[in-house]
T-cell receptor, first 110, second 118 residues
Framework: QKEVEQNSGPLSVPEGAIASLNCTYS??????FFWYRQYSGKSPELIMF????GDKEDGRFTAQLNKASQYVSLLIRDSQPSDSATYLC??????????FGQGTTLQVKP | GAVVSQHPSWVICKSGTSVKIECRSL??????MFWYRQFPKQSLMLMAT?????????EQGVEKDKFLINHASLTLSTLTVTSAHPEDSSFYIC??????????????FGSGTQLSVL
């Protein structure tokens, strides 16, 4: 079992729709969770981080965390073609290191 | 936000040669730097953690004699791929933490280096 799992996709949504990206993790002791966006050939860019159960909103992005289910998600409202990228879920283990999922490719079609 | 400069952006080399990749924190002191490797359509895999003035800590399965890491100053860390082979071709990314003990929200990534070994 991978430590951080994501569906590789691609996830295709029409412009203006809500994109829902999901991530599960195996270490129940994980405390910090991150979502990064990565364009092809570029390095990751931090979008959101969340530490507590529940929702955290920042503009068009909402991160959701459910520690009991070991599940974290990212919602993107009013998706734009410029949101098309690979979204990496990362979990901070008890060593302080980030463990990344393989990423979900999002395609937003005009 | 803080800027991490990584050079070169891409490099092509012959099999058996060594390649050095530099990672600099431009406007902050980075006591800890991380080196990742990413193969196409795969995740970032942590290779090693580099602390200024001390030996790097390598992840399991990463050959420390092949991937030499030096973190001699608070603003510069280097990764040298020695005797590179085609299977070392990958996207290498460094990241720097603003100060020790900071949460990973204070982790800044370099722009990455695409290494192609012929």
């Amino acid at each position: 079992q991978k430590e951080v799992e994501q569906n590789s996709g691609p996830l295709s949504v029409p412009e203006g729709a809500i994109a829902s990206l999901n991530c599960t993790y195996s270490d129940r002791g994980s405390q910090s969770f991150f979502w990064y966006r990565q364009y092809s050939g570029k390095s990751p860019e931090l979008i959101m981080f969340i530490y507590s159960n529940g929702d955290k909103e920042d503009g068009r992005f909402t991160a959701q965390l459910n520690k009991a289910s070991q599940y974290v998600s990212l919602l993107i409202r009013d998706s734009q073609p410029s949101d098309s990228a690979t979204y990496l879920c990362a979990v901070e283990g008890n060593t302080g290191k980030l463990i990344f999922g393989q990423g979900t490719t999002l395609q937003v079609k005009p | 936000g803080a800027v991490v400069s990584q050079h070169p952006s891409w490099v092509i080399c012959k099999s058996g040669t060594s390649v050095k990749i530099e990672c600099r924190s431009l406007d902050f002191q980075a006591t800890t730097m991380f080196w990742y490797r990413q193969f196409p359509k795969q995740s970032l895999m942590l290779m090693a953690t580099s602390n200024e003035g001390s030996k790097a800590t390598y992840e399991q399965g990463v050959e420390k004699d092949k991937f030499l890491i030096n973190h001699a100053s608070l603003t510069l860390s280097t990764l040298t791929v020695t005797s590179a082979h085609p299977e070392d071709s990958s996207f290498y990314i460094c990241s720097a933490r603003v100060s020790p003990g900071q949460l990973n929200e204070k982790l800044f990534f370099g722009s990455g280096t695409q290494l192609s070994v012929l």
